[in-house]
Nanobody, 123 residues
Framework: QVQLAESGGGSVQAGGSLRLFCAAP???????MAWFRQAPGKERERVAA?????????YYADSVRGRFTISQDNAKNTLSLQMNSLKPEDTAMYYC????????????????WGQGTQVTVSS
C-alpha cells in the first residue's frame, strides 16, 4: 500500500495563493503523479499531472492552466502544486494521486489516492 500524505490546504481570499504538498514513496516517480480535486456535488477532476522521470512533462486542465504549477522535488520525494490567482470556484478537496501510466497527458487510471486536503477560496 502506497502512503500519500498531502498538506498545505487552507482558506484564502480570491486572488490569493496556496501551495499544496504531497509526500510519496520514491518509486511512485516511475509513474505519472497528479492532483485531482472534488467540489461538493461535482465529479472528481484531474487538474494537473506530471510525467515520470527527472524532469517530467506536465498537463493542466483548462480551468487552471496559467494559474497552477505542478512540480516535483525528487530528492525529497515531494510533489507540489502552486496555486495562484485563486478563484472561489477552485474551492474543493484536493487529492494527490499516483497514476497507472507514465506519460502525460493521459497517464491511465489511478492506483493510489491520498486522503485529501481542503482548499477554500472566499470571494
Amino acid at each position: 500500500q502506497v502512503q500519500l500524505a498531502e498538506s498545505g490546504g487552507g482558506s484564502v481570499q480570491a486572488g490569493g495563493s496556496l501551495r499544496l504538498f504531497c509526500a510519496a514513496p520514491g518509486y511512485a516517480r516511475r509513474y505519472c503523479m497528479a492532483w485531482f480535486r472534488q467540489a461538493p456535488g461535482k465529479e472528481r477532476e484531474r487538474v494537473a499531472a506530471i510525467s515520470s522521470g527527472v524532469v517530467g512533462d506536465t498537463y493542466y486542465a483548462d480551468s487552471v492552466r496559467g494559474r497552477f504549477t505542478i512540480s516535483q522535488d525528487n530528492a525529497k520525494n515531494t510533489l507540489s502544486l502552486q496555486m495562484n490567482s485563486l478563484k472561489p470556484e477552485d474551492t474543493a478537496m484536493y487529492y494527490c494521486a499516483v497514476q497507472t501510466g507514465a506519460k502525460v497527458p493521459f497517464c491511465g487510471g489511478v492506483n493510489y489516492w491520498g486522503q485529501g486536503t481542503q482548499v477554500t477560496v472566499s470571494s
